[in-house]
């Protein structure tokens, strides 16, 4: 026995430094836990995500990573989406009023068609987040916060990628022509303010003409081509913009049935894009486009997850939760590739 | 008795495919007892009062054998005129958005019967050139409106499942039934529909009642283009809502046939009830937005079908082989 003693006592020290360890390594996890995520303050929450549409690859990647992080959140997460349709989505806006929610995050169809609905969620205390979409200024008291990119900021990039472009192909100025999303509310307008506010400083840049191509590839490239027809007289076009990439690779393809050479040599049609998409991606890869605009839907879904997380979590959020977005040209395209590609 | 029901009662059918409706949904949610709730009923009866004034015009023109596709046209303008003059006075901007609504369908009208001509060119063409003055008049912008107050009372809750707008749009649909059932206006559009020709020799004024028809059809779809803007606060020349689609459904699954001559307010008011209680409780059942879609396309379907003459006239000989036992007794011989 007395022999075993100072064995015992080595073992129980071996023992108690294990359990020290143990117990720091715990605790240690508690805390690490407590500041990642705060997870499980919005578990069991019911959340509406209410999508302008469904259609389109941008948007099903926002739901699917919403999706999955409101999962990991314990969240209870239903989707809808209004097909464009205003009207509709203030039904939908008014059926989550009355099946209360816990909280509605909101892909506005309407700037302006959106904020009656939005003062009754407010008056039935169900708190917003928006997404991706901004709405009519004056009225951020109707929401928690909105999500998603700084589309002046945007704009003001592209503005600069133009200048770069032309300046690429050795142009200290040049006719261009933009061919946009859609104009008449939301993101286009906004965008295409910053593009102007840029260009503004470069008077040799004349913007010929402005196209709203709704976002869609069809008609962009219907556009393009009626204008290199239209210019085709008078020199023709230095460079064309499409507000998304759909619309610029459209663009491209244009010229080449047109058979205008696409590059950024002094004589060629250069062509700058936005929203990285995959397409875009290929396009400066192969060289036929000068530049993107990162624009990542699957940051956007996790943030919103994150933000209402954060929201049931009692935080403060920022009015304005942005999403950093980048140029994007032949010299950083493949540290993109991959979130650009969904 | 159910088959003579359905053939001979204008509103039979509608009204079974209605019933058939809730009760399939009520199947489907079976256990979460959410779907006869308030919110449900409240849901359905905006879906009425957005589409329904669309529905019944449009359902009206097919009536009598036409179809008026310029009120995808007359609704985006009428919501861009109301918002634009209709900022103080809001009755200054629905009367005019209701006058330039009756003009172009009185127009139109006039051209369809002047030249005898179908009503899909010259309503099309109706279309076109609404839909782009609406452009015009907005200069392709999403037009605010401010009066916030006409926005909220419009949708405003009363007695928990009506608001303005779907009682509004209820009313007329029941003085509609009233002038179609009980006054020969009624008889005359059956009669139109049905043969034309007879019709005129009736002594049935059908260029008159045509030309109303269309000016009806204008003047609703301008109303329904008002509310929806006035509600929204805001205008679109893309127009706030996709109406002529849920329109036409309507229309059609409450017994108008687009070969015309069947078809009553009443019948259209239901089939609007169809496609509100539908998407109402598809939401109430947590359906992905595309299943709404494909199963109101099913519903559609199976009522055009269950539609054809040749359906019932094969059901009708079913009857009459079962009848004298013939099919039984091949049957047993067998």
């Not at chain 2, 009208?109 to 010259?122: A, N, P």
């Amino acid at each position: 026995m007395r022999i075993d003693a100072p064995v015992r006592w080595r073992l129980n020290a071996q023992r108690l430094s294990f359990m020290v360890a143990l117990l720091f390594g715990v605790l240690a996890g508690l805390c690490l836990g407590a500041g990642t995520a705060d997870a499980g303050s919005s578990t069991g929450k019911k959340v509406l995500m209410l999508q302008s549409f469904a259609a389109h690859p941008y948007v099903v990647a926002i739901i699917k990573s919403f999706r999955e992080r409101a999962a990991s959140y314990g969240m209870d997460v239903t989707v809808e989406a209004a097909g464009f349709d205003a009207a509709l989505q203030a039904r939908q806006i008014e059926d989550a009023i009355a099946r209360k929610y816990d909280m509605l995050v909101i892909q506005a169809v309407s700037e302006q068609g959106v904020v009656p609905s939005l003062i009754r969620a407010k008056q039935a205390n169900i708190p917003v987040i928006l997404s991706n979409n901004p709405i009519k200024p004056g009225t951020e008291n109707l929401y928690v916060t909105f999500v998603g990119q700084d589309q002046n900021e945007m704009g003001r990039i592209a503005g600069k990628a133009i200048v770069d472009a032309l300046k690429a192909g050795g142009r200290d100025g040049g006719k261009i022509a933009l061919i946009t999303g859609a104009l008449s509310e939301g993101i286009g307008p906004r965008r295409l303010a910053g593009i102007k506010e840029v260009l503004a400083s470069h008077p040799k840049i004349q913007i010929a003409a402005v196209e709203d191509g709704h976002w869609s590839t069809a008609p962009s490239e219907q556009i393009a081509g009626q204008l290199y027809a239209r210019f085709a007289a008078t020199g023709g076009l230095d460079l064309v913009y499409g507000m998304a990439d759909n619309q610029a690779v459209a663009a491209i393809k244009a010229a080449q049935a047109a058979g205008i050479s696409v590059g950024f040599g002094p004589k060629q049609l250069a062509v700058v894009g936005g929203n990285c998409l995959k397409e875009g991606i290929d396009a400066i890869k192969a060289g036929q486009m000068y530049a993107t605009i990162s624009q990542i839907p699957t940051d956007l879904g996790r943030k919103e997850a994150d933000a209402v997380n954060d929201y049931f979590a009692g935080k403060t959020l920022p009015k304005n939760d942005l999403l950093p977005v980048e140029l994007i040209t032949k010299a950083n395209v493949d540290q993109w590739q991959a979130r650009c590609t969904y | 008795m159910s088959l003579a029901f359905l053939r001979n009662d204008p509103h039979g059918r509608p009204l079974v495919t209605f019933v058939l409706t809730v009760l399939l949904l009520v199947v489907f949610g079976a256990g979460q007892g959410a779907l006869l709730s308030p919110a449900v009923v409240r849901s359905t009866l905006e879906t009425f009062g957005d589409t329904g004034l669309v529905a019944l015009g449009l359902g009206l023109t097919m009536v009598i054998r036409e179809f008026d596709l310029s009120v995808v046209g007359v609704f985006s303008v009428g919501g861009c005129i109301a918002v634009l003059t209709g900022n103080t006075d809001p009755w200054t901007g629905l009367l005019l958005a209701l006058a330039l609504g009756m003009i172009a369908g009185l127009a139109q009208g006039w051209l369809i019967v002047r030249l005898r001509l179908g009503s899909i060119g010259i309503t099309l063409g109706g279309m076109l050139v609404l839909s782009g003055l609406a452009y015009v008049l907005s200069e392709n912008r999403s037009l605010p409106y401010d009066n916030m107050q006409v926005a909220l009372a419009l949708t405003q809750p009363i007695a928990g499942v009506f608001s303005i707008r779907s009682l509004l749009t209820l009313a007329f649909f029941v003085v509609a039934a009233l002038v179609v059932g009980t006054t020969r206006i009624g008889r005359d559009l059956i009669a139109i529909g049905s043969d034309r020709r007879a019709a005129m020799i009736a002594g049935v004024n059908v260029n008159a009642i045509i030309v109303g028809v269309f000016a009806f059809s204008g003047a609703t779809a301008a109303l329904a283009g008002v509310l929806v803007s006035y509600s929204l606060a805001s205008a679109s020349p893309a127009g706030l809502s996709d109406v002529i689609v849920p329109a036409a459904t309507a229309a059609i699954l409450g017994g108008v046939s687009l070969s015309g001559g069947t078809g009553r307010p009443l019948g259209i008011a239901i089939g609007m009830l169809i496609l509100g209680v539908l998407h109402a409780g598809l939401n109430v059942l947590g359906a992905p937005p595309y299943a709404e879609q494909i199963v109101m396309g099913a519903v559609l379907l199976v009522v055009a079908v269950a539609d054809g003459p040749l359906l019932l006239r094969r059901l009708g000989m079913t009857k009459q082989l079962i009848k004298p036992g013939l099919i039984s007794g091949a049957h047993r011989n067998g």
